[in-house]
Nanobody, 124 residues
Framework: QLQLVESGGGLVQPGGSLRLSCAVS????????IGWFRQAPGKEREGVAC????????SYADSVKGRFTISRDNAKNTVYLQMNSLKPEDTAIYYCAADQKAPYGCLMPLYDYWGQGTQVTVSS
């Protein structure tokens, strides 16, 4: 059974860093595109960073470019989201998602498999 489990969330001060992990099981990570999405209270879920299954092409929301980095370790079946220079507006539940089908992209409808999410709170 295909499963994604996020971890690494927590409370951090503005300007701090966190690394989120998404451990996958039940499928071969190499063949799947992976996305990190987030949903803040009262807002719609949005794409934050995505990585292609072939070639490792990455995409980022404008709001996180230069601060967040998505990476994958296929041998460990894990995808990471390194978040630096965190801001209060980054506060949200962060979800990872996976899908094997084309096309590549960072939009929610392109992903069928989702984790349960991990809370990230940026506050002093």
């Amino acid at each position: 059974q295909l499963q994604l489990v996020e971890s690494g969330g927590g409370l951090v001060q503005p300007g701090g860093s966190l690394r989120l992990s998404c451990a996958v099981s039940g499928f071969i990570l190499d063949y799947y595109k992976i996305g990190w999405f987030r949903q803040a209270p009262g807002k719609e879920r949005e794409g934050v960073a995505c990585i292609r299954n072939i070639g490792g092409t990455t995409s980022y929301a404008d709001s996180v470019k230069g601060r967040f980095t998505i990476s994958r370790d296929n041998a460990k079946n894990t995808v990471y989201l390194q978040m630096n220079s965190l801001k209060p507006e980054d506060t949200a539940i962060y979800y990872c998602a996976a899908d094997q089908k084309a096309p590549y992209g960072c939009l929610m409808p392109l992903y069928d498999y989702w984790g349960q999410g991990t809370q990230v709170t940026v506050s002093s």
